[in-house]
């Protein structure tokens, strides 16, 4: 496959380093090389199969709205944006493009969501009370991380709670830690997620992700 990765931060950069490793092609933007989307023109997104953001919120809007303009698959890995969801979606679908996002693609962080979606909906009459800890790297921008939000608002559908408060920590390479936690006087439980490498994404993608008409949503991404 032909790779547009832009963002050329940890995961960016770790993103075009394994897709080289399995044969793909890669070309790799900066910020400084794609100011406000400037380089994204319909002649050059045409000559990629896939582009893949990890920039940030401001910059991936835009990103989208250039290349989506021109019926491209995109994967969204930037958090922060999802308040133009719908425009995005409007956008995908209108000119047939490919639209994958999440805010967080470990095959683990997907089973933690699942087993937290079950947790809360067998807890939620037994007097708990739920918090969640994240740790991750001094120089991730957004604070609490997106996989922080998406597992508080998994434990308030199930749950039926008003808030989940969370608490974030940006503690020196840290490639992230989430801690889901169900507590009362008698006793209390964890469920935790501990990152070792960003290297954490594996499995075949059609078990996790559904399609839609013009886009796909990965099942647990927001």
């Not at 708990?128 to 604070?143: G, M, P």
């Not at 508080?152 to 989430?178: C, F, I, M, Q, S």
């Not at 954490?200 to 559904?210: H, L």
Request: net charge positive; with cysteine.
């Amino acid at each position: 496959m032909r790779v547009l990765v832009l963002g050329h931060g940890k995961t960016g950069k770790l993103v075009a380093e394994i897709a080289a490793e399995h044969g793909h092609s890669v070309h790799v933007l900066d910020a400084k090389e794609n100011a406000n989307a400037s380089a994204l023109t319909p002649p050059f997104v045409a000559g990629f199969d896939v582009v893949i953001d990890f920039t940030v919120p401001e910059a991936a809007v835009q990103n989208m709205r250039a290349c989506l303009a021109t019926g491209a698959k995109m994967v969204i890995g930037t958090t922060g944006w999802y308040d133009k969801l719908p425009d995005m979606r409007r956008l995908a679908e209108r000119k047939q493009a490919g639209l994958l996002y999440g805010t967080n693609f470990s095959v683990g962080v997907q089973v933690m969501l699942q087993l937290a979606a079950k947790m809360g909906a067998q807890l939620k009459s037994a007097g708990y009370e739920f918090s969640i800890e994240e740790t991750h790297h001094v120089t991730k921008l957004d604070s609490p991380s997106g996989t922080a939000i998406s597992l508080a608002e998994v434990v308030k559908k199930a749950t039926g709670l008003n808030d989940v408060p969370v608490k974030a920590h940006r503690v020196g390479d840290a490639a992230g830690t989430h801690v889901l936690v169900a507590k009362r006087d008698a006793d209390r439980l964890m469920l935790t997620h501990d990152a070792h490498s960003r290297r954490a994404v594996r499995g075949n993608s059609d078990e996790r992700c559904g399609s839609g008409k013009g886009y796909e949503v990965c099942g647990f991404g927001v």
